[in-house]
């Protein structure tokens, strides 16, 4: 606003500059045309009279001198002598004008005559003398022309052109400062975009070009840093996060609590127990912290034989033989399961955190069964506490309740709390009806994570519309009742290298393997999808789009196939059944249509997957579509490209997911957009391999830097300096710390 009111202040000066200028210029001209045309008329008149004034008698010459001055811009003639006497005149001289002081030259003018203007008391006056005869010496007639008419026009001409040039300074000001807003914003939204969001793929190639070089520098810088970390050894690797929690935070051990358990205990139909992984996003991530860090993990104990596998104390070690952390299990009865878990937290917060369009479901009852669960859970983490101030990691939607239940059991202890989901805005989070719990819970934490800067800000909005507090935008912060939360973006990932990828089979042989056991010809064409059974991963929209793909190239007929991996998940739901249902009809259709021979389209395998065989098929396919309609991260999209060692295949990825801001050399796409999906997966099958290699190798890098040891460390780090500072609260407040 004040660049605009400079420029349009600049603008008026030179504008009023040049009007002045101008008009002085056409008024100097305006001035000589006029006493040129008068000179002219002078000699017009005389010409007229001079038979009379040189032959006739003084009257008559005075009759004719009466009728000469008659002319309204004449103010008065004279005849004079050689040595200035008047020998006639007619009109009235202005004061000052005579034939007496007529200078020498003008008494006696040549045969051009003699003209001059001058500025009188009653306005300026133009004097013409003309000798009336030939004869040297001889009278010449004077001729006075009142000018005041051309100072009129010259202070009208100023006017005009002062008023005209202030029109056109004030429209063009008008024009370009509305071009320079709209430029500016076009700008801004689109180097926004390119910077935010640089999808090669879709998007980037409609970047502008002059953004190129920009969007080049920007890669060059994110790179040169990220190998300059690389070369001072700064990567995350489970030491580094090791050396933080020794360094920083005195080789405490952490908390975890989360809803589900790292490692289930089933028992078979043969009697025998087995360990199962479980089909999660969080503790795929959360795994390789506990292993760096060691520690406790609090979590429900759900699988068959998990009771059967604890000790008195309700804890197991892990991972099964090399034992680096115990976990703890919380039972809960059928009723606290379906209230907390099912109801509250996946009937209500998780549709109220996605746009996938399932209405959330609250009920008072469930809301009980929730606040219940985190009091068990709060409690849980303060048997497990070795110390009065442990590090608490509290992990979800499952525990918004916990954190001020166990600031309240521990005032010291720092409570990390990461919600894996979005958060919703301000106006959709209302439709919570304990909205004002939900949040005072979470600020019971020294620092709430989300996986983006959008979800950091709806939280913000959340708690600025409904709670009591004071929200410092600058720390991203909010204190309610003197103690600060801290409110930051981690974006979450996966372990690097990882462990699956070191332990699979090389590509050539998953690609066979996996073609064998499907049923596939060697060289198929494959695409996979892995995901839990959710609305919100967009698996319908997937399997149209594969339809879309076959409707358009036919000559995929036959060549290629898409595998879907789904985990049944939150089956006791309704709403999950009928996606369970919805899923199978839709994939049973598409292979009805397109089948042949052997051949299918779409392999459903709807069973859980342990990671390795997930790997394999990673590692066997063409492409992975990743289709969520809304996802905080999606760790899928991060496993495919670790699992890609050999640099190829390609990743189609949901702009809807967290992971799209930081995977930006896949192809981008959005999901309910069929057509430009099936785009996308028939660019991914004919992408020349040097072109997939290039892509692969850069987001390998960026996975590689930004792991889930980043993801930690950088939350420790915080976490080291929130603990610091209240320490030092603490400090000083309790009695005798100051001096009296
Ligand atoms: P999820 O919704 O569980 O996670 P996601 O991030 O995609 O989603 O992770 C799924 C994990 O489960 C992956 O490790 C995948 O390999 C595994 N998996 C999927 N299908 C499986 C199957 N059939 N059998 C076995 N394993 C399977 C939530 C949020 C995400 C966020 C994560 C981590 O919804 O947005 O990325 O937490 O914060």
């Known amino acids: 606003m004040r660049s605009l009111g400079r420029f349009v202040l600049l603008l008026s000066v030179v504008l009023g500059a040049v009007a002045w200028g101008a008009s002085s210029l056409f008024n100097r001209q305006a001035r000589g045309w006029a006493e040129r045309d008068l000179s002219m008329r002078s000699r017009l008149a005389l ?6 004034l040189v032959e006739a008698g003084t009257n008559a010459a005075r009759r004719v001198l009466e009728a000469i001055v008659r002319d309204e811009r004449l103010m008065a003639a004279a005849v004079c002598t050689g040595d200035g006497a008047q020998v006639v005149a007619a009109g009235s001289l202005p004061a000052g004008v005579s034939c007496h002081a007529l200078p020498g030259e003008a008494r006696r003018p040549g045969p051009a005559g003699w003209d001059q203007s001058a500025d009188g008391p009653a306005g300026a006056v133009h004097l013409t003398v003309l000798p009336v005869t030939e004869e040297a010496g001889g009278p010449a007639l004077m001729l006075v022309h009142d000018m005041s008419f051309v ?13 005209a040039f ?23 939204v689109q180097l926004r975009r390119v910077l935010t969001a640089p999808f090669r793929a879709v998007e980037a190639i409609a970047a502008p070009r002059h953004f190129q070089p920009l969007l080049g520098d920007v890669r060059d810088l994110v790179s040169s840093l990220a190998a300059e970390e690389a070369r001072a050894g700064s990567s995350w690797t489970p030491q580094r996060l090791r050396h933080v929690l020794r360094r920083d935070l005195g080789g405490e051990s952490v908390i975890v609590v989360a809803n589900r358990e790292p ?29 760096a860090c060691s520690g406790t993990w609090i979590a429900h104990g759900s699988g068959s034989a998990d009771r059967d596998t604890v000790d008195g104390r309700d804890h197991v070690r892990v991972p099964p033989g090399e034992e680096a952390y115990d976990i703890r299990r919380v039972w809960l009865s059928r009723e606290e399961e379906q209230g907390y878990y099912y109801g509250l937290a996946n009937e209500g917060l998780w549709p109220l955190c996605h746009i996938a369009h399932a209405p959330p479901e609250f009920r008072a009852s469930d809301w009980e069964q929730y606040r219940r ?11 497990e506490a070795k110390t009065p101030d442990p590090i608490v990691l509290v992990q979800d939607y499952h525990f918004a309740l916990l954190p001020r239940m166990l600031r309240d059991l521990l005032p010291r202890a720092t409570i990390l709390t990461f919600w894996h989901i979005p958060w919703p805005n301000a106006e959709r989070f209302g439709i919570c009806p304990w909205e004002r719990e939900v949040l005072d819970g979470l600020l019971g934490s020294s620092i709430v994570g989300f996986h983006t800067q959008a979800h950091c800000n709806n939280f913000l909005d959340s708690v600025d519309r409904y709670l009591e507090s004071r929200i410092d935008r600058e720390r991203h912060s909010v204190v309610v009742a003197g103690r ?16 699956w990828t070191s332990r699979a089979a090389p590509v050539a042989e998953c690609r066979a393997e996996v073609r064998r056991r499907l049923g596939l010809a060697p060289d198929a064409l494959l695409g ?22 076959l409707e358009r190239h036919p000559d995929y007929q036959g060549r290629f196939s898409f595998v879907q991996i789904a985990a049944p998940s939150r089956t006791i739901i309704e709403s999950y059944r009928a996606l369970n249902e919805q899923v199978e009809a839709l994939a049973t259709r598409i292979n009805d249509r397109f089948a042949r021979g052997s051949w299918r389209p779409v392999v459903m395998l709807r069973r859980h997957h342990e990671p390795a065989a997930i790997f394999e098929l990673y590692r066997a396919a063409d492409l992975c579509y990743v289709s969520s309609l809304h996802d905080g991260m999606n760790l899928v999209a991060k496993e495919f490209v670790a699992a890609r060692d050999d640099l190829r295949g390609v990743l189609v990825l949901s702009r809807f997911t967290g992971a799209a801001r930081e995977l930006s050399e896949a192809l981008i796409v959005n999901p309910y957009d069929i057509e430009g999906a099936s785009t996308a997966l028939a ?28 993801w930690a460390g950088k939350m420790l780090r915080d976490a080291t300096r929130t603990r610091r500072r209240d320490r030092l609260a603490s400090r000083l407040s309790s009695p005798g710390a100051l001096p009296s």
């Open 166 to 188: 202030a029109l056109v300074g004030l429209v063009g000001a008008v024009a370009a400062a509305v071009a320079a807003r709209l430029t500016w914003i076009s700008w801004t």
């Open 484 to 499: 600060e939360t801290l409110v930051r973006p981690y974006p979450i990932s996966i372990d690097w290298p990882s462990r």
């Open 528 to 549: 996979v999808g892995v995901d839990r059974l959710d609305y919100t991963k967009g698996i319908d929209k997937r399997l149209l789009a594969v339809e879309r793909l």
């Open 263 to 291: 490692y289930i205990h089933e028992r078979g139909d043969d009697g025998q127990v087995k360990v199962v992984h479980p089909a999660s996003g969080l503790v795929t991530a959360l795994e390789p912290v506990m292993r």
């Open 151 to 163: 100072d009129r026009r010259a202070e009208t001409t100023r006017r005009y052109t002062f008023f």
């Open 683 to 710: 660019t991914a099958l004919s992408m020349p391999p040097d072109e997939q290699e290039e892509r692969m190798r850069s987001m390998r890098v960026l996975v590689g830097e930004l792991n889930v040891y980043r």
């Open 373 to 383: 669960v985190n009091s068990r859970f709060a409690s849980a983490v303060a048997e």
């Open 47 to 52: 010409e007229g009279a001079r038979p009379a």
